[in-house]
């Protein structure tokens, strides 16, 4: 059964940096793709960026060159470090699973909420 579990998420200052992490049993990070995602109040549910089972990496625009996603296999952790964080990064961030063959992605964590202040 897959478990999926965020952590480190706080409340954090304009130009700020924090690191997430999401604690993953029931998988191997050699046979899915790993993904945070976000949701910010009253908006959709965005893509942050991934970690393909190849270790290819995507960004959202959004992401690029501030965020980093990374990965340790053999504690089954999924990071993602965040740098020079603004007051529109303020949302819950997920961590979501699939495998490597699925479109969708099957498993998601429960969030944990970054607010950025200024």
């Known amino acids: 059964q897959v478990q999926l579990v965020e952590s480190g998420g706080a409340l954090v200052q304009v130009g700020g940096s924090r690191r997430l992490s999401c604690s993953a049993s029931?998988?191997?990070?050699?046979?899915?793709?790993m993904a945070w995602f976000r949701q910010a109040p009253g908006q959709e549910r965005e893509f942050v960026g991934s970690?393909?089972?190849?270790?290819?990496?995507i960004y959202a625009d959004s992401s690029k060159g501030r965020f980093t996603i990374s990965r340790d296999s053999a504690k089954n952790i999924l990071y993602l470090q965040m740098n020079s964080l603004k007051p529109e990064d303020t949302a819950v961030y997920y961590c979501?699973?699939?495998?490597?063959?699925?479109?969708?992605?099957?498993?998601w964590g429960q969030g944990t909420q970054v607010t950025v202040s200024s």
């Open positions: 029931g998988l191997t990070f050699s046979n899915y793709n």
């Open positions: 979501a699973a699939k495998r490597k063959l699925s479109a969708t992605y099957d498993y």
């Open positions: 970690l393909r089972w190849t270790g290819n990496i």
